[in-house]
């Protein structure tokens, strides 16, 4: 298969947690540069995952003007929107980590962007792509849930707060668990609804345990004066066909609950639940029951069954959109709407009020 000449930008956490060895996987990329503001991270990465002769940059306007075929947007939330523009109208198709951008308006002028230069964006969503993600989709589009009025999104962690890189900085990221966590819990319960029409939504945030001390914390203690955002919010979204939507997004909170990047969904065929596997709950032959369907490849010998990484779904997608013109999985317009719905759970918190869309 035909190999394309990619950037880099953003050498931290997400890429080298991620896109890096999924990339490397696919087999099918060829890293030439790479780009971060800690040009050790840069040289590290390029190290491990590129050739000698891939450069190295600490400014993405110099990146930028390499011969590549696409970019990776891999930096905090406050300059998706910049460096993603910025590479479209470079000539560079775009794979943008989520979430979308700090704000709706770069979000949209991002779309704007994509659309104006003919070129291909799409964000890091890499939960779609999950085995029981796929077979809840293709269930409700198969119409076997009906009509899905009423959804949950979850992403709750009890003593999970990232305490690396900026996660903690309202300036750089935009807000905490919401924008963080929350934004995948959303995404996968709008795609499923295939609803992308809000209404109206109602928030509540929360920075009720950030100053404490013992927190008992998975990533190892936080600093509470570096702790500029939310450790908990929740939101309550109205959609214009009367569908709601109830997000719950944490870092930290006194709850055994917990969840991440799943949804519940009820409709008038029936309900589904990523919570415990992926149920699906019906009434058949007059009776309730519970579905749950096997989705591993197990039972056959020497072979456990597991299957592709979500990420390496999501680079073999991306590949095949800009080699082959294959529809993408996540669509800009769709993760702009993310992106809306998000920024208005903030307003609507600061302001005390509901956010009514036009």
Not at 91 to 105: D, F, I, R, W
């Amino acid at each position: 298969m035909e190999k394309i000449k990619i950037g880099i930008v953003g050498c931290g956490g997400i890429a080298n947690g991620k896109h890096l060895p999924a990339i490397k996987r696919n087999g099918n990329y060829e890293i030439v540069a790479f780009c971060d503001i800690i040009k050790e991270r840069a040289e590290e990465a390029k190290e491990k995952y590129g050739t000698p002769e891939s450069k190295v940059f600490t400014d993405y306007k110099e990146l930028l003007k390499e011969d590549l075929v696409a970019v990776y947007v891999l930096t905090p939330n406050k300059s998706h929107a910049g460096i993603s523009i910025a590479a479209m109208k470079a000539g560079k198709n775009v794979m943008c980590e989520k979430p979308m951008a700090k704000t709706y308006a770069e979000a949209k002028q991002m779309v704007e962007t994509a659309k104006e230069t003919g070129k291909i964006l799409t964000i890091g969503y890499q939960n779609r792509y999950r085995a029981d993600s796929t077979y809840l989709k293709r269930a409700c589009d198969n119409d076997e849930l009906g009509e899905i009025y009423y959804a949950k999104a979850h992403a709750v962690r009890r003593r999970a707060v990232p305490t690396w890189g900026v996660f903690l900085n309202e300036e750089e990221q935009g807000g905490g668990p919401l924008i963080d966590i929350g934004t995948h819990a959303l995404d996968l319960t709008l795609w499923m609804m295939n609803n992308y029409e809000p209404e109206s939504v109602t928030g509540s945030v929360y920075r009720k345990l950030a100053d404490q001390t013992e927190t008992g914390n998975a990533f190892g203690e936080w600093d509470p004066s570096k702790f500029t955002v939310e450790d908990s919010a929740f939101g309550f979204i109205k959609m214009k066909n009367g569908a709601t939507i109830h997000l719950e997004a944490s870092w930290a909170l006194n709850t055994l609950d917990v969840d991440e990047a799943k949804t519940s969904l009820c409709g008038t065929k029936a309900g589904a639940d990523m919570k415990n596997g992926l149920r699906i709950n019906k009434v058949k032959y007059n009776k309730q029951c519970v579905e749950s369907p096997e989705l591993s490849a197990g039972g056959v010998a020497f072979f456990d069954g597991e299957g592709e990484k979500d990420s390496d779904v999501e680079q073999r997608v991306f590949y095949n959109a800009v080699t082959k013109g294959t529809d993408l999985v996540v669509k800009p317009e769709q993760a702009m709407i993310v992106t809306k719905i998000l920024e208005a759970i903030y307003e609507s918190a600061k302001t005390g009020k509901t956010v009514y869309f036009d």
